[in-house]
């Protein structure tokens, strides 16, 4: 149960003043954390300000650089009204000490206007100035007011990451009705801690992130984020102890198989393991043979080869009578496993079954009648599958295919539910080791660090936009060749038409140029209608898949050979890396051509480099993290850590250590979260959304 003194903050956002329901989509969109839900006051409120405006600056107009956000003290001059019905905008001058400036109105209301800017009357005018031949102009002033109530305007002033159609003001508006939500919640800190660092309780950080009154506090060093930061940090640690110590009290159990499956499986594998594959596989046995559960993290580079760790070691667990499942997060992804493990499957007797949101209620019906039963050993869906209901005879091993998202709290929960299941995790790196202990927590690693034998680096270039035509020449005589081309545009949101234009135009450019059908694949398209466009390149019916980001996650091709990344500058490196592992899977060498639109900003220009420089996951990775911080486009600050608002693996690290012990001392002196401090740190899971660990405990 919740407790009842979160409930305002737990109340949709369309119950804040200006919010109704076409706003409240806007804003769940950028700041809520459930997809199918309106976003909460609560996570309206960790939407922190990218940026501050300092009202304070004023230089005189003549001084106003182009771009400035400045405060004027004007004289109101003339005011240049366009006939009515012209499209003509409305001007009014207006001069100080130093010179003279033109406020601009597009679809002026006239009498409002006059009523604010009255001519010859003193005005303090705070807005954004541009410079135009030689003259500066600030289009729709944020403020017009008179001397005696300029301290009614805010000196320092948030500004919000925005989206299109919301404005500043409407979440302003909000935010500030959110504020006055917030209650005083008991503290679940330690007072020792408090007094240590110094920090604010958790109302008063909030209220200075959203008002603050000077440059540094929003910044991530400041008193106020750094209490935030470590509370959402000790939030997570503490669901993640929580899901351990849940495990450890249900208890494992030790299987001790003979290992001929295993050994039927490797054997029947067409290639040798590499070192780091059979380490792993011999370090999950060991942990399937302890009477404890294994909670491990398979961590290796896209193409590594997780999917045969995986399957020789669920093959252990299945040697016992128990069943496997394996989670995948796309539909696409839990086919290709399908597919990539039948036939070793099938050679080795393993009863292999895939569930997907396609099958008939028939379908459906049988298979579950099947697992249940235990007539299958195996199952492969995607995760939404197993969050329905479905039950096993007797599951024993759980393989969650993450890739690289990091929703992994809820199905920790969710798989810790079942007596005795050993969970594995897999994951395409690369995570740095900070990252790890972050979305993780303490889980055991193994990592693949080895590349399979045989297999050449990929040459990776960058080409300007440019010289497309060139490019696709080039691609004309390497399909000559035989070779096979993923051409990759940015991301299909829902609502970027544009984007969707972008890729249906590049595909009918390219099957024009090239001659040929080149296959599509988007995120608008069906299920059906994808597969039937992956299969024809996989069958090599066509030579040229066009392909948004879906392909990111794991399609294996393996003799496809060539990988463009078109608008590569709008790429992070993490997804770069991702999207280049598609190629340089078979044996053949393999490149990559980074197509970027210039000029590159210095932080773009940074991540082709790296690109360029180096195959190695782990360096990427650490690089990703440095460059990350910048805050690279202007005014936008990236929040860099996935699955955190406030929290920053760059530049919080060190709270994240302290907020792992704090959490494991928590849990070693009120396991049931009993005592009073206990009862705060409920409410602290809830406020972060991390309270599916809650559950677990035994008083609920
Ligand atoms: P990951 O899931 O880590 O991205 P996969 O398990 O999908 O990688 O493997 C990528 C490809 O490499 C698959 O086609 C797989 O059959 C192949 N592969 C895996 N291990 C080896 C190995 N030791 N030697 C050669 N090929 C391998
Ligand atoms: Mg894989």
Known sequence: MRPPILDPLFAPVSTLPGIG?????????LVGTQPDRDATVADLL???????????????????????????????????????????PYKINAYDDTGAIDFVFFHPRRDWLEKTYPEGQRRIVSGKVEWFN?????????????????????????????????SSKTLHKAMQAALDKLPRLPEWLNGP???KTGWPDFADALRTLHVPSERSDIEPTSPFVERLAYDELLASQLALALVRAHMRTLGGIARSPSGKLQAAVVGALPFQLTGSQSQAIQEINEDLAKPVRMLRLLQGD????????????????????????????????????????????????????????????????????????????????????????????????????????????????LSGKNQG???????????PRTLVLTCFGDMDVSRLTDKPAGRKPIKTVSVSLDRLDEIIARIGSAIQEGQKVYWVCPLVEESEKIDLAAVADRHRVLEHALNQTVSLVHGRMSSDEKDAAMADFKSGRTNVLVATTVIEVGVDVPDATIIVIEHAERFGLAQLHQLRGRVGRGDKPSSCVLLYKGPLGETAGARLNIMRETNDGFLIAEEDLKLRGGGEILGTRQSGTPGFRI??????????????????????????????????????????????????????
């Open 647 to 700: 929290a920053n693996a760059e530049f919080h690290a060190d709270l994240m250590e302290t907020a792992r012990d704090d959490a494991r001392l928590i849990l070693e002196t009120d396991p049931d979260l009993d005592t009073a401090r206990g009862e705060a740190l409920r409410s602290l899971l809830y406020l972060f959304g991390r309270d599916a660990a809650i559950r677990l405990l035994r008083a609920g």
């Open 134 to 166: 030689d003259r500066p102009q600030m289009v729709h002033p944020d403020y017009s007011l008179e001397p005696g109530e300029a301290a009614s305007m805010p000196q320092i002033e948030a500004v919000y990451p925005l989206t299109a159609g919301l």
């Open 193 to 195: 801690h408090l007094q």
């Open 46 to 88: 960790f939407h922190a300000p990218a940026s501050l405006i300092d009202r304070r600056h004023r230089p005189g107009i003549a001084y106003s650089e182009n771009g400035d956000i400045v405060t004027l003290d004007v004289t109101i001059g003339r005011h240049a009204a366009p006939p009515r019905h012209s499209k003509a």
């Open 302 to 413: 896209v193409g590594s080869g997780k999917t045969v760790v995986a399957l020789a070691t669920l093959a252990q667990v299945i040697e016992t009578g128990a069943q496997g499942a394996l989670m995948a997060p796309t539909e696409i992804l839990a086919r290709q496993h399908f597919a990539s493990m039948q036939p070793l499957c099938e050679a080795t007797g393993i009863r292999l079954a895939l569930i997907t949101g396609k099958d008939s209620q028939k379908e459906r019906r049988i298979r579950q009648e099947q697992l249940e039963a235990g007539d299958i050993d195996l199952v492969v869906g995607t995760h939404a599958l197993f969050q329905g209901s479905i039950a096993f005879k007797n599951l024993g091993m759980v393989v969650v295919d993450e890739q690289h998202r990091f929703g992994v709290h809820q199905r920790l929960a």
């Open 21 to 29: 329901p076409k706003i409240a989509k806007l804003v769940s969109g």
């Open 421 to 431: 299941v050993d969970v594995l995790v897999m994951t395409a790196t690369p995570i």
